[in-house]
């Protein structure tokens, strides 16, 4: 049974920091990328970041140079550090895995993930 399941999310002042974790099972984590993304109310869901099983990374530009993807294969276990956060951050966040392993892919459409976190709430005051 796969699981992916957040956790790190809560309640920041504007310019603070969180981390938030995925902590993932019931498939070959070292073989798929992890993706995080949001949902703030009344938008849809929008990409935030990827990191790819070789390492490869990318990020949506609302929050490059803030915030950090990363993984640990050994704790099955994709990272996602956000610094300087705005209120405008404040949204539902899901992480993700994309299983596709014949090469190492980065993909920013929702539609290529196949297992999805059940969401952490991070709230941004201002």
């Known amino acids: 049974q796969v699981q992916l399941v957040e956790s790190g999310g809560g309640l920041v002042q504007a310019g603070g920091s969180l981390r938030l974790s995925c902590v993932a099972s019931?498939?070959?984590?070292?073989?798929?990328?992890m993706g995080w993304f949001r949902q703030a109310p009344g938008k849809e869901r929008e990409f935030v970041s990827v990191?790819?099983?070789?390492?490869?990374?990318k990020y949506a530009d609302s929050v490059k140079g803030r915030f950090t993807i990363s993984r640990d294969n050994a704790k099955n276990t994709v990272y996602l550090q956000m610094n300087s956060l705005k209120p405008e951050d404040t949204a539902v966040y899901y992480c993700?895995?994309?299983?596709?392993?014949?090469?190492?892919?980065?993909?920013?459409?929702?539609?290529?993930?196949?297992?999805w976190g059940q969401g952490t709430q991070v709230t941004v005051s201002s």
């Open positions: 993700a895995a994309d299983t596709y392993s014949r090469f190492p892919r980065m993909r920013s459409d929702y539609a290529a993930y196949d297992y």
């Open positions: 019931g498939f070959t984590f070292r073989q798929s990328a």
């Open positions: 990191i790819s099983w070789s390492g490869g990374t």
